[in-house]
C-alpha cells in the first residue's frame, strides 16, 4: 500500500489490505501519487456545531463536535471544501468516483464546489434514517435523511465503474433507486468507541461494491472510526484512510487490527 504514497514516514498502520495515515488531510492528500486512487468516499466535517442541543440515547446533549466542525462564515466553509476537492481530483484516476455524505450544513456548498473542481455529479443519493434521534425544539421537521453525492471527474473518455447489475440483484431484481432506507450505526459497530458521525457499515458496503472492483483501492481523507476500512476488508478492497484526530486513528486501529475475530 505505500506504494500509493509518496512518503510514508505519517503511516500509523498497516496491514495486508489497509493503511491509516495520521496526518492533517491537506498534507497527507499532497503525498498520495496522482491518478492512482479507484474510489474516494468522504464524510467531511458537517460544520453543525452551533452550541444547540440534540437527543443521543434518549438524553439531551450539545451538538458540539470539536472545532474541526466550526467555522465563522460561509466563505470559510466553502473555501475548505474546495482545497480538499482539489487535490481529491488530483489523487483520483481518470476513472475513478468520489462519494461525499453531509446533512444541509455543509452538502450544498460540497456540491458546488464539486463543479468547480471539474468533477460531474451522477447521483443524489438521499439515506433516509429508520431511527433518527428526535427533534427537541419542535421548530421544524425532525432531520431523518444525509445526502450523498456521487461523482466523477468530467472528462470525456471517463468511464466510471457502476456495477449495475450487482445492485440490481440486490434490490430484488429491479433497478435501484436513489433512496436508500436504513437503521443509524449498531452499538455493536461501536465496541472499540465511538466517533459522532459514524456510519453503519451496510451504507458503505453498498456504495463500494457499486462502484468498485475487487482489489481496487478506496481512500477516505476524513476517515473517523474507518467504517470505509471495515467494509474494504469486507469486499476485498485496498483502503487508505486519513485523519489527524488521534482518538480517531486509535479507534480506527482497533477495528482493523480486531476485523475478522469477532461480527462486525
Not at 491518478?35 to 440515547?57: A, H, K, Q, R
Request: include cysteine; charged fraction near 30%; aromatic fraction near 12%.
Amino acid at each position: 500500500m505505500k506504494k500509493y504514497l509518496k512518503r510514508s514516514e505519517k503511516i500509523y498502520y498497516e496491514d495486508d489490505l489497509s493503511v491509516l495515515v495520521f496526518d492533517d488531510t491537506f498534507n497527507a492528500l499532497k503525498k498520495i501519487k496522482p491518478g492512482t486512487i479507484d474510489m474516494i468516499f468522504s464524510d467531511p466535517p458537517y460544520f453543525l456545531s452551533n452550541d444547540g442541543v440534540t437527543c443521543s440515547g434518549g438524553k439531551m446533549v450539545s451538538v458540539n463536535k470539536g472545532k474541526w466542525d466550526k467555522v465563522n462564515s460561509f466563505k470559510e466553509k466553502h473555501l475548505f471544501n474546495r482545497k480538499w476537492l482539489r487535490l481529491c481530483y488530483k489523487a483520483l484516476s481518470p476513472n475513478g468516483t468520489i462519494w461525499i455524505s453531509g446533512t444541509y450544513h455543509n452538502i450544498y456548498s460540497v456540491g458546488v464546489a464539486l463543479e468547480e473542481e471539474g468533477f460531474k455529479i451522477l447521483n443524489n443519493i438521499t439515506w433516509k434514517k429508520t431511527n433518527p434521534p428526535p427533534n427537541l425544539a419542535c421548530r421544524c421537521f425532525t432531520h431523518s435523511t444525509e445526502t450523498i453525492i456521487w461523482a466523477k471527474k468530467d472528462l470525456k473518455k471517463a468511464r466510471h465503474t457502476f456495477n449495475y447489475d450487482l445492485m440490481k440483484a440486490e434490490n430484488g431484481g429491479k433497478q435501484m433507486k436513489d433512496v436508500w432506507e436504513g437503521n443509524l450505526t449498531s452499538k455493536k459497530e461501536k465496541k472499540y468507541g465511538k466517533h459522532p458521525t459514524q456510519k453503519p457499515i451496510y451504507l458503505l458496503e453498498r456504495i463500494i461494491a457499486a462502484s468498485t472492483n475487487e482489489g481496487d483501492v478506496v481512500m477516505d481523507p476524513f476517515c473517523g472510526s474507518s467504517t470505509t476500512g471495515i467494509a474494504c476488508k469486507k469486499l476485498g478492497r485496498q483502503y487508505i484512510g486519513i485523519d489527524n484526530n488521534e482518538e480517531y486513528i486509535k479507534l480506527s486501529k482497533a477495528r482493523l487490527e480486531n476485523y475478522g475475530k469477532e461480527a462486525f
